[in-house]
């Protein structure tokens, strides 16, 4: 089936078990609840869950209902941590789908435990805490009400506590970061002194579980690094100061599109929107079915090039919603339906998340993020 795609995007099974084997050894005996937020980090939410089910892995992560009921049709059996929010309204979910919730808020802890009680069933939840990221957590001086509340539900069960770091990925100076381990393990303390011990702390992300054992406590949450890539260059130059070995992760993923058509343009043509590219000499274009739509980002007009035949073929004129325009003057035999690499390997040649972040001025998380989830993929 996939000669038939026109634009798909290609897995690797064996580099997400590579991936997993690093993480496994970073871990040691913690659990491991792998992120599976944002449609798998654009992997294909599905298609992770399939791989994943046949890895060493306890919990996934995912950031809301609507991913939790995929991960379980999808035939997840396992446990599963939401780390984003579920209203009110449909906190009947978390018994229903045997998930464990992140909760920050007063109003989820008192609905969700008189839910618990009504149904006899147990309602096991995460406390998310804040120590200076300043998004969702229980501020420090709310956490005796918070518990408070928690301890009224005898079928609430505080399983876990958890916080999330501002800025380890962002620098090579983890003051901050050292600051926020040691708040939270004030509130630890405290939440132990108030009479609950919860059995699982986690505060480990992919940046973290590279570089920080301290953070680890235990159960990690792996994110980017899951799918083979780094946090960012600052993690990856952290981590090698402090003697790790190069080449632990690998990219998982792979975009392809193909030549939808084939023209000649002459000299001082223009070439799409704006007329923002002009020709300088007869060139010869491949018009690409792949825009901004699909999750090809528009700031990657004139900037960026794509892999046909193994050699880098430029953008030309910008990105438009469901076409690109790319130059193959200079690459002989580019034929109607030809194999194009958006992201990701070609011969000798290759396109990482990480060069495409940076002409879009991003990180590549959002990257592959946002390729658009109904282009088809597949294991490979």
């Known amino acids: 089936m996939q000669k038939n795609y026109l634009t798909w995007v290609e897995v690797n099974a064996g580099k997400l ?22 449609n798998g980090y654009g992997h294909g939410l599905e298609l992770m869950v399939d791989l994943l089910r046949k890895e060493k892995i306890e919990y996934l992560a995912v950031h809301s209902r609507d991913e939790a009921e995929r991960a379980r049709r999808q035939g997840w059996k396992k446990k599963i941590l939401v780390v984003g929010y579920i209203q009110l309204s449909e906190l009947e979910a978390v ?22 009680e009504k149904t006899g069933k147990k309602a096991e939840i995460h406390l998310k805490v804040e120590t200076g990221t300043n998004r969702q957590g229980v501020e420090p001086e709310n956490i005796e009400m918070i518990v ?18 501002a800025n380890i990925e962002d620098t090579t100076d983890h003051t901050y970061a050292n600051y926020q381990l040691a708040e939270f393990n004030k509130i630890v303390t405290k939440i132990n002194s108030l009479g609950l011990k919860p ?7 992919s940046a973290a579980l590279l570089l920080f054992e301290d953070t680890k406590f235990e159960m990690v949450r792996p994110g980017i690094a899951l799918y083979g890539l780094w946090p960012s260059k600052e993690t990856y130059l952290s981590y090698r100061l402090a003697g790790g070995s190069n080449s632990i992760l690998a990219p ?3 975009w392809k599109t193909r030549v939808i058509q084939v023209k000649n343009v002459p000299a001082d043509a223009f070439v799409g929107y704006g007329c923002s590219y ?47 325009m790319v130059d193959i003057t200079d690459i002989d035999g580019v034929k109607l339906e030809e194999e194009v690499v958006l992201l990701g390997e070609n011969g000798q040649e290759k396109i990482t998340a990480d060069q495409m972040a940076s002409w879009a001025g991003t990180v590549n998380y959002e990257i592959l993020s946002r390729i658009n989830g109904d282009i088809p993929r597949i294991i490979v």
């Open 148 to 165: 408070a509340a928690i301890r009224k539900f005898s079928q609430l069960h505080l399983k876990g506590v958890s916080t999330h770091f």
């Open 17 to 38: 078990s590579g991936n997993i084997r690093t993480i496994r050894q970073l871990a040691g005996k913690r659990l491991v609840a792998a992120a599976v937020k944002a």
């Open 278 to 324: 002009r020709t300088t000499a007869p060139t010869k274009l491949a018009i690409l079915p792949v825009g901004y739509y699909d999750g090809y980002d528009r700031s990657l007009s004139n900037l960026a090039y794509v892999l046909i035949k193994g050699k880098r073929a430029p953008v030309r004129g910008r990105i438009c919603m469901n076409l690109m």
């Open 95 to 116: 018994p229903e789908l045997g998930l464990e919730l992140t909760v920050y808020n007063i109003e989820t802890v008192n609905r969700l435990g008189k839910l618990a």
């Open 252 to 254: 998982l993923l792979t």
């Open 199 to 205: 059995p699982l702390r986690h505060t480990a992300c």
